[in-house]
């Protein structure tokens, strides 16, 4: 079994980050200790049995539809919900150094 | 007649099909019960005014050309601001798509238009449904109509407050965990969460796709089955939806409940509840016994692993479905950033909530390498053990029952720091979630001090219609359901 965790400013750095989000300083003490108590909470999990269980029934078949061209949606509609647009285009801030 | 505001939604429909009531006549009373009463309850997010009425006008014309509008005519709907409909804001409660307009439709919307119905306009919500009090919406709570210092329960509390202080007599919600039945119990209306796939969730803002629900809230049994009627059945755009046939979800009135087993899990009924929420549970057992039910012990004995079960399918999923929200295609975007990650971190750091956040730090958690098989692969094996729980139960009994929520209407700002505490508002609720399936709450009781109480249904997959008929039984022989919040 992997050692429960410890939340720490480095861990929570490295899952800000992988989360695209910026926790400022002033929050990461309250951040940190609600994410150590709910994780706590889910330990409990960490007991069950590792065998895989009969889903049964209720694991139903997913049925995709035919895959086939519809109609879009209305571009002007979809486009003016962009924050930056440019000819028809997304504009985003550069995203390769050079 | 009774003000229209006070009539159940079918008879509302037969009313104005019938022309005794215009459609415009009743949106209007609605429309000025809004502006009467919301400011103090901040149900709505807001109204479409003009053109809720330029649809009810079109009921009205349509029955004046002697066509049948449909089954809803002219029936006033909220809906949770997490179901886009085209050319309309849709905010999921977040700052994030504050000016979000939607280029189309949900399905159940469409279908709710196509029906007859008037869409009234977007209720209240905690961001993306996170939240079991409504405290977590970015446009300021919701207060429950019963007692404005106190939360309506969430995160469709919205659509409760508006059902319970009679501004519409249907609100469409969205249930993950609990999300209709429990603002149902403390608002004291009836809420069906139907089984998962039964109605499209295509146009549902995605919090957690292997759990979401559209379900509904209203004043009767009678009138969540109407609306069930309109809106089940498959639906190409939605994948997860379910082909099943559709039965009438109107029978002829069941007057006995004999013959029937109805289960009465003890992990749902005994640890952790309110004294007057398990006196008022009590009490409807006795009536339903009196009504000819064989009421029988019996156990889901992976209960205790549903709670943290749930959190963690519903982090890892919501992790992955906002990752979408990126500054680029829609959303807010924070300016001034020079690189294009940066833009994004910024971005969502400014348009997402304090909760949200916290649940995608966790969910991104839980499906990091080193800690997915410990954390994630453990609760979707938990998940399949709790499947199976209740498959054991359902072959012993026909429905099972417990309470709604552990306590009832609880005060604003007492919860909201301790995600814990929030989190086990919901302990009763999530099993039914977990494992897809349809489950109903409705008005039992009422404390002391007046709050509702509310006594949860769940049934087999599929088997909305024995739950629409039994809970219609105990509808008819108490009269729970009839007590209003507000004149």
């Known amino acids: ?98 | 007649m009774s003000h229209p505001w006070q009539l159940p939604a079918r008879e509302l429909a037969g009313l104005v099909r019938n022309r005794q009531l215009s459609a415009r006549e009743l949106v209007r009373a609605c429309l000025d019960r809004i502006d009467r009463l919301d400011p103090g309850l901040h149900a709505f997010l807001d109204h479409r005014g003009a053109r809720a009425l330029a649809d009810a006008d079109a009921v009205d014309a349509a029955c004046a050309r002697g066509d049948d509008p449909g089954p809803l005519a002219g029936v006033p709907i909220g809906w949770k601001d997490n179901l886009v409909l085209r050319g309309e804001t849709t905010s999921a409660g977040s700052r994030m798509l504050e000016s979000f307009r939607s280029p189309y439709s949900a399905t159940c919307l469409q279908r709710l238009a196509a029906a007859g119905g008037v869409l009234l306009g977007r209720t209240n919500m905690d961001e993306f449904g996170m939240g079991s009090s409504t405290e977590n919406s970015a446009y300021g709570p919701t207060r429950n109509p019963w007692n404005s210092d106190l939360v309506p329960g969430g995160s469709s509390g919205g659509s409760a407050a508006a059902v319970a202080a009679d501004l519409c007599p249907l609100a469409v919600g969205s249930d993950t965990g609990g999300s209709v039945r429990q603002p149902a119990a403390l608002c004291g209306v009836v809420g069906l969460k139907p089984t998962y796939g039964r109605v499209s969730r295509h146009g549902l803002i995605a919090y957690a796709s292997s759990l979401d629900c559209v379900g509904v809230l209203g004043h009767s049994v009678d009138d969540l089955g109407l609306w069930l009627q309109v809106c089940a059945g498959g639906d190409a755009a939605d994948p997860t939806s379910t082909s099943a046939p559709v039965p009438d979800f109107t029978p002829a009135a069941r007057e006995s409940l004999k013959g029937l087993r109805i289960g009465v899990p003890w992990e749902l009924n005994g640890p952790g509840l309110d004294d007057e929420v398990a006196a008022a549970t009590e009490a409807a057992r006795s009536t339903l016994r009196d009504l000819g039910a064989e009421l029988v012990e019996c156990t889901l004995p992976h209960t205790a692993y549903a709670v943290p079960t749930y959190y963690l399918i519903a982090m890892a999923e919501a992790a992955s479905n906002l990752a979408r929200y990126d500054g680029v295609r829609y959303g807010a975007r924070r300016t001034g950033a020079k690189r294009c990650d940066e833009m994004t971190t910024a971005s969502r750091s400014k348009g997402f909530g304090d909760e949200v956040q916290l649940r995608i730090l966790l969910g991104t958690f839980a499906l990091s390498i080193g800690y997915q098989d410990e954390y994630y692969g453990q609760a979707a094996r938990a998940r399949d053990l709790l499947r199976a729980d209740f498959r054991h139960a359902f072959a012993k009994c026909d429905l099972l029952l417990s309470p709604t929520s552990p306590v009832p209407a609880f005060p604003l700002g007492s919860r909201i720091d301790d995600p814990l505490a929030m989190y086990l508002c919901d302990a009763l609720t999530v099993p039914a979630s977990l494992a897809g399936l349809p489950a109903l709450s409705q008005p039992c009781g009422f404390t002391a001090a007046g709050l509702p109480i509310g006594l949860q249904w769940m049934a087999p997959p599929l088997r909305e219609d024995l739950l629409l008929q039994v809970a219609g039984v105990f509808e008819r022989h108490t009269d729970h359901h009839r007590r209003r919040a507000l004149p």
């Open chain 1, 1 to 98: 079994m992997v050692p429960r965790p410890t939340f720490d400013r480095t861990l929570l750095q490295r899952l800000a980050e992988l989360s695209r989000l910026h926790v400022p300083p002033e929050r990461q003490a309250e951040v940190l200790q609600n994410m150590q108590r709910v994780t706590a909470a889910f330990d409990a999990l960490r007991d069950l049995p590792l065998a895989p269980i009969d889903a049964g029934d209720n694991a139903a078949a997913l049925v995709l539809r035919a895959d086939e061209a519809e109609p879009p949606l209305p571009l002007a509609e979809v486009l003016a919900n962009a924050p930056q647009v440019a000819a028809g285009m997304f504009v985003v801030p550069r995203v390769v150094e050079g």
